[in-house]
């Protein structure tokens, strides 16, 4: 029976695929190569989009996916309402970090000693620098 399975039926996926003027050989070869069953998804999967098939699921569903999409709109608008105040708490708290990292290098750079420009005057034990000779 399973043996009858796997030669009848792909000559059966090759007369179908003729009647919808396809190749009568190619088709039955790949229902061998990918069992009958494969050969008759792909058969009917490039039939269905051929004709449309697929664009008309929507009607035949009685308008349920756009009303499917309603709702996935409604709850996206509904999510994106919720995150607004979680975004404005992450902004307020990140304006305090930085504000208090500003202020701590403020308060470090008024602790710092201020470095004396005295010593970088003509009083220079070497003298000017001379290019060009050796001392």
């Known amino acids: 029976m399973f043996l009858l399975f ?3 039926f792909p000559i059966l996926i090759g007369a179908l695929a003729r009647s919808r003027g396809r190749s009568f050989l190619v088709w039955s070869m790949l229902s061998f190569a990918t069992t009958p069953i ?6 009917l999967t490039l039939l ?3 004709r449309g098939g697929l664009s008309k699921w929507p009607a035949m569903l009685g308008g349920w996916p756009e009303k499917l999409d309603a709702n996935k709109a409604e709850r996206e608008s509904e999510a994106a309402r919720m ?3 979680d975004a404005r708490i992450e902004a307020d708290a990140y304006d305090e970090r930085v504000d208090r990292l500003i202020a701590e290098r403020l ?20 003298g000017p620098p001379v290019f060009g000779k050796r001392r």
């Not at 494969?38 to 058969?43: N, Y």
């Not at 308060?107 to 034990?125: C, F, H, I, Y």
């Open 48 to 50: 269905m989009r051929e």
């Open 6 to 8: 796997f030669l009848l």
């Open 83 to 85: 995150a607004e105040p």
């Open 107 to 126: 308060s470090e750079l008024a602790k710092a000693p201020v470095p004396s420009v005295a010593g970088l005057g003509a009083s220079s034990p070497a």
């Open 38 to 43: 494969g050969g008759l998804t792909l058969l």
